[in-house]
């Protein structure tokens, strides 16, 4: 049987990868040509059934997807980075290093995922404060999560909105306005609870 997968032109894999059925990788976006963008995806990276991944992205080494996660061009994405299936991540978004992004999570363009930060499954960011406005797609601003802050399932992350250094946010919040950091926010909207350094579980 042949190979079950495309990769698209100037698309650079390291050594180890494991590329399962009907992935395809290195998908010239809308204006470009095939080759145009240079993708690389580094060594011991494991890419699951079904991922889509468009060209001009840079990835790092052990970079793992679940099945059904969709990558639009041009994001820098560091090593060690996990993304769960059925995620999608828009264009121009920057995640660091050892991020764990679980299942079914929504990532818009111009995101920021700082180093360690872990985002729960179903979790929402949002980068257009007015929708279907006549500028909107001039004005669009991700949010950025900064190191090792976690935001639990089901959560809203309204555009520009910046959760704070080992901050926590709870399962089903809508956060929209900033998170300072250490802080525990929950609720819609999400309000300060107490602080991290209060939770027995983060002092072990």
Not at 103 to 125: H, K
Not at 141 to 164: D, R
């Amino acid at each position: 049987m042949g190979k079950r997968y495309k990769i698209y032109s100037n698309v650079k894999l390291g050594r180890n990868v494991m590329i399962g059925d009907f992935v395809i990788i290195g998908v010239p976006p809308s204006g470009k040509k095939d080759g145009e963008l240079e993708t690389k995806i580094g060594d011991n990276s494991v890419i699951r059934s079904h991922t889509v991944i468009y060209a001009g992205n840079i990835i790092g080494d052990n970079f793992h997807t679940g099945h059904r996660v969709l990558i639009r061009e041009e994001n820098k994405i560091g090593e060690n980075v996990s993304i769960g299936s059925g995620s999608n991540v828009e264009h121009h978004v920057i995640i660091g290093n050892n991020v764990r992004i679980h299942s079914n999570v929504f990532i818009p363009e111009y995101t920021v995922l700082e180093d360690n930060s872990w985002i729960g499954p179903n979790v929402v960011f949002t980068n257009a404060k007015y929708p279907r406005t006549k500028n909107t797609k001039k004005k669009l601003k991700g949010a950025i999560v900064c190191k090792e802050a976690m935001i639990g399932a089901n959560a809203t992350i309204l555009p520009s909105v910046k959760i704070g250094e080992k901050a926590l946010v709870g399962a089903g919040s809508v956060v929209v306005k900033d998170v300072p950091p250490y802080k525990v926010v929950a609720g819609n909207p999400a309000r300060v609870i107490k602080d991290i350094r209060e939770i027995d579980d983060y002092n072990e």
